[in-house]
């Protein structure tokens, strides 16, 4: 079931930065998910869904979790690749 076992793993994102440019790729700084979901516009997508009357409660608390500071939005990190 989802949710029942931990699939987190470390990720040494300067070894992947620097295997990525060697092959051509531009390396975006390393950054949270909370700001990543910022600049992609989830505040957009929350208010929408906060708006919803069909929406439950777990939609409505969703968006929140990732951005709440100390939460996931701090937690998991994004390294964005352009080719």
Known sequence: MPGEQDITAS???TALADC???RGFAV???TNQGEFLRRAGI???AARVAADPDATVAERLAAKTMLVSGGFGEAFKVLVLRK
């Open 11 to 13: 990720v040494n994102f």
């Open 20 to 22: 990525a440019r060697e």
């Open 28 to 30: 975006e700084p390393l």
């Open 43 to 45: 505040a957009d997508i």
